[in-house]
């Protein structure tokens, strides 16, 4: 099995028959949905969250007709299950290949593409200025990378010369990549894929079969150093200034409907539920929907006042005792909660990795 199988059949394990198969092509491409998110905060998935954003859906179904011919899935119309085989095959596939920890694809979605598109078009600017070549064919071709690249350069040029500059970047990167071989891994599956004054980094096939590794393996490997790198430089700009100057304005961003916009500033104003609905001219069902997406959404938002504590710790011990997230799997275990209880401690207290 290649790597694309093995987190194909990993997520469907995870969500233990009670969600379809679009649900998983959903969550590893990373689709930008509240039920999507839900999905991957509610079953522990958020390190997985797009960590294959390129994915196409030819490319999924035709491991899913693997899956079905080596009897490791069982498919019907509205869930996918994963068979003793498939779990087994599973088990031994993550022993030899295991996904690493420092991944965090909901964490840093979008923003690792990003710093790692400025900083490889960084380092092959500033090599080969350094050594006085300035015709080179750019390893990044989106304008707006482009653009950013050159406001960046101009704003460290007006503090440090090429020399010093090219020095100070090198230096941080190599303090960085040193944290790798601390932690026993290695930071040439980083380091071979940059480009410098003639020296064109490798490609992923390439990379992928020198270290004899699938190529949907590398490229969770690959993303999960740039997560490691992002998490170091953040809890540390002052020892990283250049590399955090990549990423300081490239906050995870709070993203809801504009329905749900004006329902969370009614709930600012302290409206119940009831009064929102009236303003809002919407079912309370409605408005019970925008909480929970809000609360899938922000990890600092207080659910206190829709679920009180107590009911919200027998909910969670329903939730790991029965090890479902089915809704009326645990409301018959707690009948005294509603489903709307329910739903926000799944989206508030479920693992986020």
């Known amino acids: 099995m290649n790597f694309l199988t093995v987190m194909i059949l990993y997520c469907i394990s995870q969500f233990k028959g009670e969600r379809s198969i679009n649900a998983v092509f959903y969550l590893i491409q990373g689709k930008k949905s509240s039920q999507t998110i839900q999905d ?28 079905v011919m080596l009897q490791y899935i069982i498919l019907d119309k509205k869930t996918v299950q994963i068979t003793e085989l498939g779990e087994k095959n599973l088990r031994q596939s993550l022993e030899k290949y295991p996904i690493p920890a420092e991944l965090d694809g909901w964490t840093y979605k979008d923003i690792d593409q ?24 750019p390893v990044q071709r989106d304008f707006y990378t482009q653009k950013w690249v050159k406001q960046w350069l101009y704003t460290w040029n007006t ?3 090429k020399q010093i500059l090219s020095k100070k970047l090198y ?24 480009s410098g004054y003639q020296q064109p980094g490798l490609t992923i096939s390439q990379i992928a079969n020198i270290y004899d590794m699938d190529e949907y393996y590398y490229l969770v490997v690959f993303r999960s150093i740039i997560h ?37 500033h009614l709930i ?85 990795k």
Do not use: C
């Not at 941080?172 to 891994?185: A, D, G, N, P, V």
């Open 228 to 264: 490691y790198m992002i998490t170091i430089i953040s809890e540390q700009p002052q020892k990283y200034p250049l590399l955090y100057s990549l990423i300081k304005n490239e906050k995870r961003e709070i993203v809801l409907t504009e329905s749900t916009r004006k329902t969370l």
């Open 40 to 67: 991957a905060i509610w079953y522990s998935l958020s390190h997985v969250f797009s960590i294959y954003p390129d994915l196409k859906k030819e490319q999924f179904q035709e491991q899913m007709k693997k899956l």
């Open 171 to 194: 230096h941080e990167l190599e303090q960085i990549l040193s944290q790798f071989e601390r932690k026993k891994k290695n930071p040439n599956l980083f380091v071979a894929r940059l």
């Open 268 to 352: 600012k104003m302290d409206k119940s539920i009831k009064e929102i609905a009236k303003i809002r001219k919407l079912k309370e069902s409605t408005i019970e929907d925008h909480i929970v997406e809000i609360t899938l959404m922000d990890p600092t938002f207080h659910i206190e006042r829709f679920v009180n504590p107590a009911i919200q710790e027998r909910i969670r011990t329903a939730i790991k005792k029965l090890n479902t997230r089915k809704l009326k799997r645990i409301k018959e275990e707690v009948s005294n909660a509603d489903y709307f209880s329910i739903r926000l401690v799944l989206s508030k207290w479920s693992d986020r």
């Open 159 to 161: 503090k440090y010369n």
């Open 114 to 137: 990003k710093f790692w598109q400025r900083l490889s078009l960084i380092v092959q600017i500033v090599s080969n200025l350094g050594n006085g070549d300035s015709k080179f064919m």
